[in-house]
C-alpha cells in the first residue's frame, strides 16, 4: 500500500496550443556546437511523445531499427517486459522522415534515433531539464506549485483518444482495451 507521501501527482492535461508553444520553443533551443541535432531532435522527441502517448524511456530506447515499414514502431520490452508495434499517423511518418534526414547529416552510424552527443542512448535526466527548460520559456502552466511532466504528455495523448470514442458504454470499453494495448499497459485498471 502506497503512503499518502507516495501518491502519484495528479497528471497535467496539455492543451493543444501548449503542445504547440513547446514544439516552437524546442525548435528555438540555443545550437551548441557538440549537437547541432539539438532542435530537431528535441521537437520530433516531445512530438512524438506527445502524438502516440509513448513513455519517455520507450521513445529514448527507440533505435534506428524499430522504425517499421508502413509508419510502425517496434516498442521492445518495456516496463512489465512486454513488446508492442505503435502505428504512426501519417502526419507523424512526415515529421519523422524529415527528423530522419537531418539526423543522417549528423549522427554518423550511431544507431539511437534519439542518439546522445556521444551517440548514445540520451539520458532521461537531460531530457527532464530541457523539458522544464522549454516549458518556462513556453509560458506552460507557470502557475502551477509543481510543473508538469513529460509524461504528462502521455496523459494527455490517453484524455484526447478517449474524448473521441464518444459516450456509448460498449465503446468506450472498447476504446479503453485498445488504448490499454496501444500504451502499453499490463492491466486496464491502470
Same mark, same amino acid.
Given at each position: ?6 501518491? =502519484? +501527482?495528479? @497528471? ?10 513547446? /514544439?516552437?520553443? #524546442?525548435?528555438? $533551443? *540555443?545550437?551548441? =556546437? +557538440?549537437? @547541432? ?10 512530438? /512524438?511523445?506527445? #502524438?502516440?502517448? $509513448? *513513455? ?16 510502425? /514502431? ?117
Amino acid at each position: 500500500v502506497k503512503r499518502i507521501s507516495e501518491k =502519484r +501527482p495528479v @497528471p497535467y492535461i496539455y492543451t493543444a496550443d501548449e503542445i504547440t508553444r513547446i /514544439l516552437e520553443m #524546442a525548435g528555438k $533551443l *540555443r545550437h551548441q =556546437r +557538440p549537437n @547541432p541535432l539539438r532542435r530537431q531532435l528535441y521537437v520530433m522527441l516531445f512530438g /512524438l511523445i506527445a #502524438a502516440t502517448g $509513448l *513513455r519517455v524511456s520507450e521513445a529514448l530506447a527507440l533505435k534506428l531499427d524499430d522504425i517499421r515499414d508502413g509508419g510502425v /514502431l517496434h516498442i521492445r520490452e518495456t516496463k512489465f517486459r512486454k513488446s508492442r508495434l505503435v502505428p504512426l499517423h501519417v502526419t507523424v511518418v512526415q515529421a519523422l522522415e524529415t527528423y530522419l534526414e537531418a539526423r543522417r547529416q549528423h549522427a554518423g552510424v550511431c544507431d539511437w534515433l534519439f542518439p546522445s552527443v556521444q551517440h548514445r542512448e540520451m539520458f532521461s535526466t537531460t531530457v527532464n531539464y530541457t523539458f522544464r527548460c522549454i516549458l518556462r520559456r513556453a509560458g506552460v502552466a507557470p502557475e502551477r506549485r509543481q510543473q508538469p511532466r513529460i509524461h504528462d504528455l502521455r496523459h494527455t495523448f490517453a484524455t484526447r483518444v478517449l474524448e473521441q470514442c464518444g459516450a456509448e458504454r460498449g465503446v468506450v470499453a472498447r476504446h479503453f482495451v485498445a488504448l490499454s494495448t496501444y500504451l502499453g499497459y499490463a492491466d486496464i485498471r491502470n
